[in-house]
């Protein structure tokens, strides 16, 4: 009973301590994970991480379910994101069901209102971070192009975002995949030399 | 079918989410307001004003209630399976293979080329939520909320959900 509880308490925490969504609660998770219950080493979260992070998706939920299935199999994985994720959910029916009920008194339309510009600053500042993560990974030219691309393509000519977002990952794994293999030709032709010469 | 329909939606909104969960909101949003209909985006809006008031991952706090908006208890757990599940099940299968993924140079360019899409598709997200603001409560209350917002939020770092709070509070008060 004891890893469950320690799963439960360890995951329960980082769900209502965490803000911002899932990717600011990786370093409490990491805390709880590696220094808490010793639940795994640092070089292996973080190859857990680094893993998580090229799939799709919630990261925090990603995270949950490897560790908690490492701890205890498949219900240390439920343990884990169930408690990680509930406390959060539950809290947001009890707050919108509230505002809900009163939802023709003027008083909550203007608190409607009121959050209205706070949200879409938000969201402007994490489309900063998105675009400047991209500014890092790919230059700035490339960025900005393919950020006045999408634009046209999802805003202008109304694409479903999604195939754009296709088009793109399997361009970049030709790109990649063209890229691997003339490095390998390079060092077929570079190894035979280097046998004769030692 | 309701359910199909709703496994569907956070299906592939979260599977072509690349950066966690902030990066498939709107995708989300695309699914749920554009699509099919199920909120307007105001409504919308209002969710994701609370799901960023309280703490926890957001996609799966957005999963959870309009899952249970639209088909009750089921209804949530359907969203939220289509949430999790698919991309926490690949992460278990796939730890045995780790070592050729890390490294791999086509998932790091993969991962690299989808931010761009990303922060426009937000971009676009807050000129919709500047422009409803501008329309329901003028230009005045939209500058002064966005400065103050960009004040406590980035200068003086002051915690979201008291910001949010603070909004609805001065909405309540002087937007009503």
């Known amino acids: ?198 | 079918m309701i359910y199909w329909e709703i496994f569907w939606a956070f299906f592939v909104a979260n599977l072509l989410g690349y950066g966690g969960g902030p990066a498939t909101i709107p995708l989300i949003q695309i699914e749920v307001v554009n699509n099919n209909g199920w909120m307007t985006l105001t409504e919308f809006g209002d969710v994701l004003a609370i799901a960023n008031a309280l703490p926890g991952p957001i996609a799966t706090k957005m999963a959870g209630f309009i899952g249970y908006e639209l088909g009750g208890v089921l209804g949530a757990a359907v969203a939220l399976a289509a949430t999790i599940l698919p991309s926490a099940l690949a992460v278990i299968v796939l730890f045995k293979f780790v070592n050729l993924f890390k490294d791999s140079t086509k998932v790091k360019l993969m991962t690299k080329s989808v931010q761009p899409i990303i922060a426009v598709l937000l971009a676009v997200m807050a000129y919709q939520f500047f422009l409803t603001a501008f329309e329901n409560s003028g230009m005045l209350h939209l500058v002064l909320l966005a400065a103050v917002s960009y004040l406590t939020l980035i200068k003086f770092k002051v915690h979201p959900s008291l910001v949010i709070f603070g909004a609805l509070f001065y909405g309540g008060i002087f937007l009503s």
Request: no cysteine; proline share 6%; aromatic share 10%.
């Open chain 1, 1 to 198: 009973m004891k890893p469950y509880l320690e799963l439960a308490i360890g995951f329960a925490r980082t769900g209502v301590t965490g803000y911002g969504g899932g990717p600011s609660t990786i370093p409490l998770i990491e805390f709880e994970a590696v220094k808490k219950y010793k639940w795994m080493t640092e070089e292996e979260f973080g190859e857990i991480l680094a893993l998580a992070n090229t799939l799709p998706g919630p990261i925090a939920t990603k995270m949950a379910a490897y560790i908690g299935y490492k701890v205890k199999g498949s219900m240390g994985a439920a343990v884990a994101i169930l408690t990680h994720i509930l406390p959060s959910i539950i809290a947001m029916l009890a707050l919108l069901g509230v505002l809900y009920s009163f939802r023709q008194s003027p008083i909550v339309s203007g608190m409607v209102q009121g959050v209205t510009p706070v949200i879409g600053f938000m969201l402007a500042e994490m489309a900063y971070r998105f675009y400047q993560k991209g500014s890092q990974g790919l230059g700035l030219p490339k960025n900005l192009m393919l950020a006045a691309v999408s634009l046209v393509f999802v805003q202008f000519l109304e694409w479903h975002p999604g195939i754009l977002i296709a088009i793109v990952l399997s361009t970049a794994f030709y790109i990649a995949h063209r890229k691997e293999q003339a490095n390998k030709k390079a060092t077929e032709e570079y190894m035979p030399v280097r046998e004769k010469s030692s």
